[in-house]
């Protein structure tokens, strides 16, 4: 997400470009079942069930970079959900508009075979191994509207930094409890190898109990590792936490309310993990 962007002239109104599938060249697609062989491995213990229920119904499994036509329909038969390509980042009423009307937007390039731990920007893989799979389930499905339309209303009370934070430490970089054992369903995790076992099993970052006005107080990294994650006792719970949710006086009381550090951990916290930070941390990020 993101504001000023000029939109490219091959986009539509709506910022969708076709995504051209029968133009991948066969490295592109190699790169694909690279990265996904590279991933699948580790995540069946580590993934939660929706996640790997989602890559077993929406076949992602089969060769190569997935037609985003053919995986709507599957998607869509499910959840009502479809999958459009985008030309790169989207402007925020953009996104929250195609959130809010059940489509997922989708970077259509795949990175080079030389940097499959590298990432400018999202790319097919990212965006469709990493968010689409859990799009599949029908709780997640609509907590990915509700975001979307809580989007579109916090457009008016110029509130999109708190709301952003919401999306990264859920969709992005969520982890959930399943019959006690923590499982990893953020995107930005579940698509990256390194991170996938950092998140779980490494003791620097905090693994904390999910709040979401602590979430959405909380500052984030983009150039590292993440230092604190939050984790949620269900999907159903995440959901009703921000569908039922009135944001208008949580935007107001949050106002007044400092932002707390990425590493941070404060006395209410529910700490499941208390990070030991050994990592060393790139450069300061506020
Ligand atoms: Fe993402």
Do not use: C
């Amino acid at each position: 997400m993101t504001a000023t962007l000029a939109k490219p002239p091959s986009a539509a109104d709506d910022w969708t470009i076709p995504q051209d599938w029968a133009s991948y060249s066969e490295n592109e697609h190699r790169v694909w079942d690279r990265l996904f062989a590279r991933q699948i491995g580790m995540l069946q213990s580590r993934a939660s069930t929706a996640f790997l229920n989602g890559l077993e119904s929406l076949s992602l499994s089969r060769a190569g970079i997935p037609d985003f036509a053919d995986l709507s329909e599957r998607l869509h038969r499910l959840t009502g959900w479809r999958v459009v390509a985008v030309p790169g980042l989207v402007p925020d009423e953009v996104f929250f508009d195609h959130l809010a009307n059940r489509r997922f937007v989708a970077g259509r390039f795949i990175r080079k075979p030389e940097q499959l731990d590298y990432l400018e920007e999202p790319d097919v893989f990212h965006d469709v191994f990493g968010h689409v799979p859990l799009l599949a389930d029908p709780v997640f499905a609509d907590y990915m509207q509700a975001y979307g339309l809580g989007g579109l209303r916090a457009l008016n009370f110029h509130s999109l930094e708190k709301l952003a934070r919401l999306y990264w430490y859920t969709v992005e970089f969520g982890l959930i409890r399943e019959n006690g054992a923590l499982k990893l369903y953020g995107s930005g995790i579940v698509s990256s190898f390194g991170e996938s076992m950092f998140a779980l099993e490494d003791s620097s970052p905090n693994r904390i109990g999910f709040d979401l006005e602590r979430v959405m107080r909380t500052q984030y990294r983009i150039d590292d590792y993440q230092q604190s994650y939050f984790v949620i006792d269900s999907f159903d719970d995440l959901l009703h936490r921000t569908r039922d949710a009135d944001f208008a006086p949580v935007y107001a009381r949050l106002e007044n309310l400092p932002d707390i550090a990425p590493d941070a951990i404060l006395v209410e916290d529910r700490v499941i993990h208390r990070g030991t930070q050994e990592r060393g941390y790139a450069g300061a990020k506020s």
